[in-house]
């Protein structure tokens, strides 16, 4: 009985802690794999939204801090996340008889560069866009404004993780 006890402290460790990290986010992530960087998301689009840029590369930092045990670099990252804001756009979904919309929504698009210094064939580049619909009467400012970009963000760097990071 004592080198059964032996050979299952043994394997438990290399079972649940063996070449890869895992975490509970549904990631596995490569032993070789310490650091990630975001690089700046410049605003590309023709409507231009202050700070937008700003606030979406903290989004993503904070998805991927949040989500993973990896660590944040300036430069020299594992992970190199980059690329641009390329859509900002309200446009009308649904009108009424009085040719006025009855819903507006919002679009955000980013173009994402991803770069994985140990494995180049994971690295791609691609977009990733999401929206929010709010009534054709009200104007989208203040918290209304917040809440949708928000919600916008949330959804997109969580897309960019799973292509990532999960492999969705």
Known sequence: ?????????????????GCWK??????SIADNIET???????????LVEPGLDR?????????????TNLSIVNSGGDLIYEGEITEYRIS????????????NRLTIGVNVRFYDKNEPEEEFEKRFSFFFDYDGGEQLIGSQKDTAIEEIFERITQD???ATLAKW
Not at 1 to 13: A, G, Q, S
Not at 22 to 27: C, M, P, V
């Open 36 to 46: 990630f960087q975001v690089n700046y998301f410049q605003n590309a689009s023709d």
């Open 22 to 27: 895992y975490s509970f986010t549904g990631t």
């Open 160 to 162: 960019i993780f799973n």
């Open 55 to 67: 606030d979406f590369t903290l989004a993503l930092q904070d998805l991927i801090l949040n989500q």
């Open 92 to 103: 009308p979904t649904t009108a009424q008889a009085n040719s006025t919309a009855a819903q």
């Open 1 to 17: 009985m004592n080198v059964l006890k032996k050979i299952i402290l043994l394997c438990v460790p290399v079972l649940f802690f």
